[in-house]
């Protein structure tokens, strides 16, 4: 028996007794002595009734709760339920002097005053998930601190994780410095996107999609970092960027990514967003006009006479008349420094003449 038919059933039982006890009460208001008729009448139509709006009235509220709910994290049902019993402790403490009050007010009030306080008890709670969790993580932490040496910190927050930042690698050593503390949320359509990527027909696009689930199989084995997989989805949205800002303004919580499109849409919804790109270029190594430094010329550089090297930390340095020095390492002066969007940039000049520069012939050529 499906729940659709159980329904109707019930709904025709209900409306059908309802209609019965309405009819009987509608028999002598039309001036008629025929009670009994009156009620077959009334029955007959509220079974009637009942059978054709069971579904609109019971089911439908109810999938659209239970889609509601399912959307939620277990957090945030947590911090609603804590705010509806507080509400209903502090109504039911209010109840008793408004009953005192004259009538109507001491029947209507307690419970308006009911209804008020459980709303607006589940909302800050919502609301305010983040502090009261991190009460109770920080009370949870220092209890098991006295027994320990050696406290292991608490992670109070959940991250939601996407798929670029899966793929690029670099989570791993960045959550195993303890710099990234919480519980890194991965949605199962988030898993989904990975493993479409890895069973790809590109062999690039594939390598990168394999890469990625040696990533996330790495975190998982790891003790120190917790992830989490969720089945977690947001209904009628098919791109997993809008799935995840949708999300992220649902639990408030923020987003893990290097995705240069994913960080200025997140921004514009008021989302916050963790980049490790951003992270990389804040931990550069800071160089200022006149330091030192060593760098291997390797290619040259868009002006005339340039040349380009990294340091180990992936900075461009470009170097003045460094086509000279072309496969070699040199000590260069530090000239300027650019922040640019794809991160810092250093310009330099070199301390020493290259060991095999031609030497200038008297008309201004080079000799060959």
């Given at each position: 028996?499906?729940?659709?038919?159980?329904?109707?059933?019930?709904?025709?039982?209900?409306?059908?007794?309802?209609?019965?006890?309405?009819?009987?009460?509608?028999?002598?208001?039309?001036?008629?002595?025929?009670?009994?008729?009156?009620?077959?009448?009334?029955?007959?139509?509220?079974?009637?009734?009942?059978?054709?709006?069971?579904?609109?009235?019971?089911?439908?509220?109810?999938?659209?709760?239970?889609?509601?709910?399912?959307?939620?994290?277990?957090r945030s049902l947590?911090?609603?339920?804590?705010?509806?019993?507080?509400?209903?402790?502090?109504?039911?403490?209010?109840?008793?002097?408004?009953?005192?009050?004259?009538?109507?007010?001491?029947?209507?009030?307690?419970?308006?005053?009911?209804?008020?306080?459980?709303?607006?008890?589940?909302?800050?709670?919502?609301?305010?998930?983040?502090?009261?969790?991190?009460?109770?993580?920080?009370?949870?932490?220092?209890?098991?601190?006295?027994?320990?040496?050696?406290?292991?910190?608490?992670?109070?927050?959940?991250?939601?994780?996407?798929?670029?930042?899966?793929?690029?690698?670099?989570?791993?050593?960045?959550?195993?410095?303890?710099?990234?503390?919480?519980?890194?949320?991965?949605?199962?359509?988030?898993?989904?996107?990975?493993?479409?990527?890895?069973?790809?027909?590109?062999?690039?696009?594939?390598?990168?999609?394999?890469?990625?689930?040696?990533?996330?199989?790495?975190?998982?084995?790891?003790?120190?970092?917790?992830?989490?997989?969720?089945?977690?989805?947001?209904?009628?949205?098919?791109?997993?960027?809008?799935?995840?800002?949708?999300?992220?303004?649902?639990?408030?919580?923020?987003?893990?990514?290097?995705?240069?499109?994913?960080?200025?849409?997140?921004?514009?919804?008021?989302?916050?967003?963790?980049?490790?790109?951003?992270?990389?270029?804040?931990?550069?190594?800071?160089?200022?006009?006149?330091?030192?430094?060593?760098?291997?010329?390797?290619?040259?550089?868009?002006?005339?006479?340039?040349?380009?090297?990294?340091?180990?930390?992936?900075?461009?340095?470009?170097?003045?008349?460094?086509?000279?020095?072309?496969?070699?390492?040199?000590?260069?002066?530090?000239?300027?420094?650019?922040?640019?969007?794809?991160?810092?940039?250093?310009?330099?000049?070199?301390?020493?003449?290259?060991?095999?520069?031609?030497?200038?012939?008297?008309n201004g050529g080079?000799?060959?």
């Amino acid at each position: 028996m499906s729940i659709a038919f159980f329904s109707r059933l019930v709904g025709m039982l209900v409306f059908g007794i309802a209609g019965w006890y309405l009819g009987g009460a509608l028999a002598p208001l039309v001036g008629s002595q025929d009670i009994t008729l009156w009620s077959q009448a009334g029955s007959a139509l509220g079974a009637l009734v009942g059978l054709l709006l069971t579904p609109w009235l019971a089911l439908r509220p109810l999938r659209a709760t239970y889609t509601f709910l399912s959307q939620l994290s277990l957090r945030s049902l947590m911090a609603g339920l804590l705010g509806l019993i507080l509400g209903l402790i502090v109504s039911g403490l209010l109840a008793v002097p408004l009953s005192l009050l004259p009538q109507p007010l001491s029947q209507i009030l307690p419970i308006v005053v009911a209804v008020a306080l459980s709303y607006l008890g589940v909302v800050t709670s919502v609301n305010r998930q983040g502090e009261i969790f991190s009460i109770f993580s920080n009370f949870g932490s220092r209890a098991g601190a006295e027994g320990r040496s050696k406290a292991a910190p608490a992670g109070g927050r959940t991250i939601l994780t996407d798929t670029s930042v899966i793929i690029d690698g670099r989570i791993t050593d960045i959550a195993r410095t303890g710099f990234l503390s919480g519980t890194l949320l991965i949605p199962r359509f988030v898993l989904n996107e990975l493993q479409h990527i890895a069973d790809s027909s590109d062999k690039l696009r594939r390598q990168r999609g394999r890469r990625g689930l040696e990533v996330l199989a790495a975190l998982q084995k790891d003790p120190h970092i917790t992830v989490q997989i969720s089945d977690i989805d947001v209904e009628g949205m098919r791109e997993v960027d809008d799935k995840l800002v949708v999300l992220a303004r649902q639990m408030h919580a923020p987003i893990l990514t290097n995705d240069f499109n994913l960080n200025r849409v997140a921004d514009l919804q008021g989302v916050l967003i963790l980049n490790i790109n951003d992270l990389a270029n804040a931990v550069k190594s800071v160089f200022l006009p006149g330091e030192e430094l060593s760098v291997r010329v390797i290619q040259e550089g868009r002006e005339h006479r340039q040349g380009v090297g990294y340091l180990e930390d992936g900075t461009m340095v470009v170097v003045q008349d460094g086509v000279d020095y072309m496969g070699a390492e040199v000590r260069t002066s530090v000239t300027k420094v650019l922040q640019t969007a794809a991160g810092r940039m250093v310009f330099a000049k070199p301390e020493e003449k290259p060991k095999n520069s031609p030497r200038p012939t008297r008309n201004g050529g080079r000799k060959r």
